[in-house]
């Protein structure tokens, strides 16, 4: 991480944390430098895909989170706020969108997947910041996954019988389906904003097996659910939970991904 050094800016939400000034971006924005030139540290969360619906939906995978540092001057920064997939449909998917700030970005989720009742196509689940989670019967069989970005999240994890796995996390792999839905993969901490918090958890998976579903990943990821996935957390870059049928008699329904954010800190003057 490069020095931090003394400058001026507005934009965001900005509060003071020891000796840090701190701007927190939960929507799109601008970060304007009004003062001296200096190094800035940076979060980045993008958006989190939605968990997936139908028999049995898989968790949606977390928004990549990358953090860094990188001097500014005087000037006008675009600060981008991935928005979560939007989640209620049954074989939807829908991917988060990227964060951004001043050429660094974070990649969005990776949808999960599922099958609509009665049979049919199943769709796979899709790669992103973190994956989205397997299922037995994606077109590429119980070991395709869907894949993270390097350096900011997690592959999905694996279906079993009728049962599918947790979405990917920032911080470890969406985990295998077995007799359950798998869990959603763990996001990661940082501390940028003064207290640690965890961002970019994946969604847990579901499955018309069991009732038993997989829990939301630390860090905002939705829980599996019958028939209702569980939406993330907003600003945390989770993933949606996966839904699923109860009975044989309708389609489960995807949780929601989880909006992503941008904070950025200085050394306040």
Do not use: C
């Amino acid at each position: 991480m490069p020095p931090v050094t003394t400058l001026t800016a507005t934009g965001g939400i900005v509060t003071t944390d020891g000796a840090y000034t701190v701007h927190t971006f939960t929507a799109s924005d601008t970060f304007t430098v009004t003062g001296a030139s200096g190094a800035v540290e940076f979060l980045l969360v993008a958006g989190g895909g939605n968990g997936g619906g139908g028999w049995d939906g898989s968790g949606g995978g977390a928004g990549g989170v990358l953090e860094g540092g990188i001097a500014v001057s005087a000037g006008t920064y675009p600060v981008i706020v991935g928005a979560g997939g939007a989640g209620g449909g049954t074989i939807t998917q829908n991917n988060g969108g990227d964060s951004s700030f001043n050429g660094a970005v974070a990649v969005g989720g990776g949808a999960g997947l599922g099958q609509a009742y009665g049979g049919g196509t199943y769709y796979n689940p899709r790669d992103g910041g973190s994956g989205g989670g397997g299922s037995h019967d994606a077109m590429s069989g119980p070991n395709y996954v869907g894949k993270g970005t390097s350096g900011q999240g997690h592959s999905g994890g694996k279906g079993a019988s009728v049962q599918s796995g947790g979405g990917g996390g920032a911080g470890a792999d969406g985990a295998d389906a077995t007799a359950a839905g798998g869990a959603g993969g763990a996001g990661v901490s940082s501390s940028i904003s003064g207290a640690p918090v965890y961002y970019g958890g994946g969604g847990g998976g579901a499955g018309r097996a069991s009732t038993v579903v997989g829990t939301g990943g630390i860090g905002g990821g939705g829980s599996g659910g019958r028939p209702l996935g569980i939406d993330a957390t907003p600003n945390t870059g989770g993933g949606g939970g996966g839904g699923s049928d109860t009975a044989g008699t309708a389609n489960g329904r995807s949780g929601a991904g989880g909006s992503g954010v941008v904070i950025i800190r200085y050394l306040t003057p």
